[in-house]
T-cell receptor, first 123, second 114 residues
Framework: GAGVSQSPSNKVTEKGKDVELRCDPI?????LYWYRQSLGQGLEFLIY????????KSGLPSDRFSAERTGGSVSTLTIQRTQQEDSAVYLC?????????????????????FGPGTRLTVL | KNQVEQSPQSLIILEGKNCTLQ??????????LRWYKQDTGRGPVSLTI?????NTKSNGRYTATLDADTKQSSLHITASQLSDSASYIC?????????????FGIGTKLQVIP
């Protein structure tokens, strides 16, 4: 079946503009994650959605960043008033289950499948 | 200090040669460890997953080892191919209050040259 898709693949914007990045998770996956990967850095957790629960926003770097997930499927990451330091690859991942690692579940339950990412360049 | 440290940061090897990538972690309580391969311009793809009781796991030419006592893992690539050129990311999950916290290493950038 189809994997995680993201759009656009590349986005160039001017400093101060707002951008929206889209993620289509794998159908049936209840958990969705956004990460940022800056050049030479590891993946930085941004936000995590699990079903109808309130999202874990603990990784968002500032209030310019927000995300929503409509209907438990598609998610949009919005960056307002972009800054040059926002330039990075933004990766979305989905998993069958969330980060709840209760006993009895397969460890593959929360394997994250990643999209190709959106490369954001802020000039 | 990152709780998942990988070494080397980058590596260049000749096609056909073997190599070993290292991952040391301090994340606890340990749940599982995954190695991901990330091709340039693509998202990471899971290669192996290891739990506390597993010492070694293979996936084709990739063999991962885990020493939960010393909190070290390695990924050994045998008979490297040009297509192995990628970043290899170690990811450690820890259980905390019934939830899992996932920590990513920075990755090792491998380049296989002819």
């Amino acid at each position: 079946g189809a994997g995680v898709s993201q759009s656009p693949s590349n986005k160039v914007t001017e400093k101060g503009k707002d951008v929206e990045l889209r993620c289509d998770p794998i159908s049936g996956h209840t958990a969705l994650y956004w990460y940022r990967q800056s050049l030479g850095q590891g993946l930085e957790f941004l936000i995590y959605f699990q079903g109808n629960s309130a999202p874990d926003k603990s990784g968002l770097p500032s209030d310019r960043f927000s995300a929503e997930r409509t209907g438990g499927s598609v998610s949009t990451l919005t960056i307002q008033r972009t800054q040059q330091e926002d330039s990075a690859v933004y990766l979305c991942a989905s998993s069958l289950g969330g980060l709840a690692g209760g006993s009895g579940r397969s460890f593959n339950y929360n394997e994250q499948f990643f999209g190709p990412g959106t490369r954001l360049t802020v000039l | 200090k990152n709780q998942v440290e990988q070494s080397p940061q980058s590596l260049i090897i000749l096609e056909g040669k073997n190599c070993t990538l290292q991952c040391n972690y301090t994340v606890s309580p340990f749940s599982n460890l995954r190695w991901y391969k990330q091709d340039t311009g693509r998202g990471p793809v899971s290669l192996t997953i290891m739990t506390f009781s597993e010492n070694t796991k293979s996936n084709g030419r990739y063999t991962a080892t885990l020493d939960a006592d010393t909190k070290q893992s390695s990924l050994h690539i045998t008979a490297s191919q040009l297509s192995d050129s990628a970043s290899y990311i170690c990811v450690v999950s820890a259980n905390s209050g019934g939830y899992q916290k996932v920590t990513f290493g920075i990755g090792t950038k491998l380049q296989v040259i002819p």
